[in-house]
């Protein structure tokens, strides 16, 4: 268990991977609505809001749009969820990089308890309650407890009983649930991999939060979705939410809430592109969790999203001897790959861990990410396989001892 009040970063992140080619069709509907001068009303019109109930309904929510909230983004999200909400936040070690800074922002203490063995996402029941414990005796009142049921930094995916216990947890100890399932679509397997939503097991103690820009709209279009229990409590949360967002003044475009509203409800090439994804991230994952198994690391193998996180510990001693003690150094020698140290996701700065993703070896021009995107095999092209060589061969640069 740990408790962390400042933003352990010392410099500024590296630039973010190009972005996926935008779907014409998304395209000409953000042009269509581009003359719409008014902006959204705060939360999301009426319908977006009712698109986003046929989004969830699908995804097996029954949701009415009076429970809905749209904003600009997750982050915007997340700083009115924890404003609202009031007291301290927990979150699972280690975690997403946007789950922190709102909080930190608002001066909330934060808590971060380890997640276990079998996947990221959500942390250990046992160590929940004793963080929570813990912060009370610091003088804190946990009030939020933050998880995701497709993980980013990991790429994993909570079991089901695993998640039921979580839940059961933080409702024994009176927490909101935030449940970011952001990426629950981009399964590499979906016929091996269950996801169920913490909304199916605690209906009246979770917010659901999803930001559309993993799946459903490109990564320009700051767009993201909130869904509350329909009870009395979850309705005071969303009022307060409401107030939130109105003091900072965030609502959404006009156009792009026009466009949004379109994706939301799935048209043909929507669906195909976010399934293209899926195929072509868990193709890049495993070769990306492939080569660093073969170097030595230890990882957990991904099984949603882009991104997969590695733990060097076990070759701590050859990355030593180059002066790499800390996620800060290994981010630095792995940059051309994208790498976030771990200290970017509550891990302690001396843990080597690094977070990769498989954005980086789509390519570095769009038309070569449309390539990708594709290709029946896209680890058949040359500018992808040349980039994972190049990675097999600098991590084996940097952990080969020098007798060896």
């Known amino acids: 268990m740990q408790r962390t009040a400042r933003d352990p970063r010392h410099e500024p992140d590296p630039d973010p991977p190009v972005g996926l080619p935008v779907l014409p069709e998304l395209a000409a509907h953000l042009s269509a609505a581009a003359d719409r001068s008014e902006a959204e009303p705060l939360g999301g019109a009426a319908p977006l809001r009712t698109a986003a109930c046929g989004y969830w309904e699908r995804r097996g929510l029954v949701t009415t749009p009076d429970r809905v909230l749209a904003a600009p983004g997750a982050p915007a999200l997340l700083l ?5 909400a009031g007291g301290a936040v927990v979150l699972p070690r280690p975690c997403s990089a946007s789950y922190a800074p709102p909080a930190r922002l608002l001066g909330r203490p934060l808590h971060l308890a380890p997640v276990p063995a079998e996947s990221g996402g959500v942390p250990d029941p046992f160590a929940l309650l004793e963080t929570v414990r813990r912060a009370r005796m610091d003088g804190d009142t946990p009030r939020v407890l933050v998880l995701s049921v497709a993980d980013d930094p990991t790429g994993t995916c909570p079991a089901p009983e695993q998640l039921h216990e979580v839940c059961e947890a933080a409702a024994d100890e009176g927490l ?22 913490p909304a199916e097991m605690l209906p009246d103690g979770v917010v659901v939060l999803t930001d559309l820009r993993a799946t459903l709209v490109p990564d320009s279009w700051p767009a993201a979705l909130a869904r509350f229990p329909g009870t009395d409590r979850g309705a005071a949360l969303q009022a307060a939410v409401l107030d939130a967002l109105a003091a900072v ?7 792009l809430g026009c466009a949004v509203a379109h994706a939301l409800g799935e048209p043909e090439e929507v669906r195909a592109r976010t399934a ?30 882009s991104h997969l996180y590695a733990d060097f510990e076990p070759l701590r001693r050859p990355l030593g001897a180059r002066g790499i003690v800390e996620s800060h150094a ?12 771990g200290h970017r996701f509550g891990d302690a700065p001396g843990a080597l861990r690094v977070r990769l993703g498989a954005e980086v070896l789509l390519g570095a021009d769009r038309e070569q990410r449309r390539r990708a995107l594709a290709a029946p095999d896209p680890l058949e092209l040359p500018h992808i396989t040349e980039a994972l060589t190049a990675l097999s061969r600098a991590l084996a640069g940097l952990t080969t001892s020098a007798g060896g």
């Open 249 to 255: 003044r965030t609502p959404l475009p006009g156009p």
């Open 80 to 84: 009115a969820l924890y404003a609202a």
């Open 276 to 305: 293209t994804v899926a195929r072509v991230y868990g193709a890049l994952a495993a070769a990306l969790h492939h080569t660093v198994s073969e170097a030595g690391a230890v990882c957990r193998p991904p099984h949603s999203g």
């Open 176 to 197: 909101w649930v935030i449940s970011d399932e952001t990426r629950r679509d981009l399964l590499h397997d979906p016929h091996d991999t269950v996801v169920l939503s």
């Open 330 to 341: 290994l981010e630095r020698k792995l940059a051309p790959w994208a790498a976030r140290g």
